[in-house]
């Protein structure tokens, strides 16, 4: 098990930037794909990115573009760089992680963090 800790949420105006960031404790990210999540008020949560140990990454057609899924082996640390922010990206966010294959699914990552909240004002 790694134990997972977002942070680097908060309150931005339309069309700002957010750098969110997930830092692994107790085990190196190395060996693991990762992705992340949101779910905003009275909706389900919902794939944002993935980013495969290798390298690849992936992202939802809503925030394409926009969003950047980066990770940091120096520091252990999961990023996701979030450009030209709308009021519908408004959420907590969550990291996640697994050994496996990553997927738009969150039934695959056996690995969370608590959340950030990101709130972006119109």
């Known amino acids: 098990q790694v134990q997972l800790v977002e942070s680097g949420g908060g309150l931005v105006q339309a069309g700002g930037s957010l750098r969110l960031s997930c830092a692994a404790n107790?085990?190196?990210?190395?060996?693991?794909?990762m992705g992340w999540f949101r779910q905003a008020p009275g909706k389900a949560r919902e794939f944002v990115a993935l980013r495969w140990n290798g390298g690849t990454t992936g992202y939802a057609d809503s925030v394409k573009g926009r969003f950047t899924i980066s990770r940091d082996n120096a520091k252990n640390t999961l990023y996701l760089q979030m450009d030209s922010l709308k009021p519908e990206d408004t959420a907590v966010y969550y990291c996640?992680?697994?050994?496996?294959?990553?997927?738009?699914?969150?039934?695959?990552?056996?690995?969370w963090g608590q959340g950030t909240q990101v709130t972006v004002s119109s």
């Open positions: 107790g085990r190196t990210l190395s060996g693991y794909s």
């Open positions: 996640a992680a697994t050994t496996g294959i990553p997927a738009t699914s969150e039934s695959r990552y056996d690995n």
